[in-house]
Structures are given as C-alpha cells and as structure tokens.
C-alpha cells in the first residue's frame, strides 16, 4: 500500500526567501507523482506532474525534483512572494495497476510573510 | 476553455435527505475521479470512473453512496440518507488517460 509523507507540515518564511518542501512515498514504482497546491476554502490546482522517468520539472518559479529509489521528491519555490502562501499537497498514484487513484500527502501548510 | 465545473458550489441537506452533486470534466477528459476532504483531514479517494463505466470504487462507502457517469452529461455522485458525517468537500478530478489530473472548485456539503 503507497503512503505518502509531507515534511514540514507547516513553513513561514519571510518574503524572497526560497522555499523548499519535501514529500516521500514507500512505493518506489510509481507511475507519476504530481504537485497541487489549495488556498483555504478553495479548489486543488496542479502545479507540476514529474513523469516516472523524469528527474525534475520546471515551471517558472517552480521546480520539482523526483529520486524514485529514495522515495523522495522535493518542490522548490525561488523568491517566495505572500501570494505564494497555500497548502501545497502531493499525490502518487496508489498502484501501478490503479495509476488513476491518487494517494494524497496530508500537506505543507506554507506562510510567505511581506 | 473552460475548467472542470462542479455544481452546486454549496449544499445544505438535513439528516436523511439525498443529496446529488454534479461534475463536468474538462473538453476533451473521458476519466472522472472523486475525492472527499473530511474537515482537518487529508484528501481521500472514492472512486474513478470512464464513460457508462466504473473503473474503480475502492475508496466508496459500501452504502448510501453511488456515482455514475453516463454517455451524455455529468458525472453524478449521489449520496442518500444523508448523515452528519458526510459533512465536507466532495472534488471532482478529471483528466486524459494517464494524464495529470485536474481539479474542481468542489462542493462543500453541510448536513444539518
């Protein structure tokens, strides 16, 4: 069974500093693992989907990194901005057979300070 | 190019009461997945769904509550005789085969 773990659970950080939140999973044989982020109250939007055979993806300020053999990847915010706080969530699929059912992280809560 | 829509965005029901929550994917999306996010709890899966089928109903409580997506129209997670504890955000994903996910504004279900 896949379990996925998001440390910290919680970041503040003040305004230009660089943000670094970390998610693991047990299951190494993963089909993908996206990135989301949720504002209170509000929907789950995607921030970056690494395919298994990828190491990192980028997209703007964003970059995110996977190592399936440690059972590790790491999203990178560059020059945190207030707009930037959220929940940031992390999701494997369950199984390689069951690719469809994500299996989520509890979340980085993350606080950009002005 | 419009998102995935779920309507209603709020739903009051009392205990026992049904209660129909309703989800458009994304133009060009034929898979549909349901999520639940109980209060102070992480996202869960309830189930996945392609056109006139069920892919997998693994997460779905074994009663009260069912979903379909038909030929034409919305995918429909129906949930009957509600209870307290259905109270919270039901999302609604949907994505190309394989492809990322993407999510719904959600329908936040208060039972009172």
């Known amino acids: 069974k896949q379990e996925v773990t998001q440390i910290p659970a919680a970041l503040s950080v003040p305004e230009g500093e660089n943000l670094v939140l970390n998610c693991s999973f047990t299951d190494s044989a993963i089909y993908n693992l996206q990135w989301f982020r949720q504002d209170p109250g509000k929907g789950l939007t995607s921030l970056l989907l690494?395919?298994?055979?990828?190491r990192e993806q980028t997209s703007g300020r964003l970059n995110a990194s996977l190592d399936k053999s440690s059972g590790r990847s790491t999203l990178y915010i560059a020059a945190s901005q207030p707009g930037d706080s959220a929940t940031y969530l992390c999701a494997v699929p369950y199984s390689t057979d069951s690719w469809g059912k994500l299996q989520f992280g509890a979340g980085t809560q993350v606080v950009v300070t002005p | 190019n419009a998102g995935v829509m779920q309507n209603p965005r709020h739903l009051v029901r009392r205990r026992g009461q049904e209660a129909r929550l309703r989800c458009s994917p994304m133009?060009?999306?034929?898979?549909v997945y349901w999520y639940r996010q109980l209060p102070e709890e992480g996202l869960k899966f309830m189930v996945y769904l392609q056109k006139e089928n069920i892919i997998d109903e693994s997460g779905m409580p074994k009663e009260r509550f069912s979903a379909e997506f038909p030929k034409e129209g919305p995918s429909i997670l129906r949930i009957q005789q509600v209870v307290r504890g259905d109270s919270a955000a039901y999302f609604c994903?949907?994505?190309?085969?394989?492809?990322?996910?993407?999510f719904g504004p959600g329908t936040r279900l208060t039972v009172t």
């Open positions: 994903a949907s994505s190309r085969q394989g492809y990322e996910q993407y």
């Open positions: 690494i395919q298994s055979s990828q």
């Open positions: 133009k060009g999306h034929s898979h």
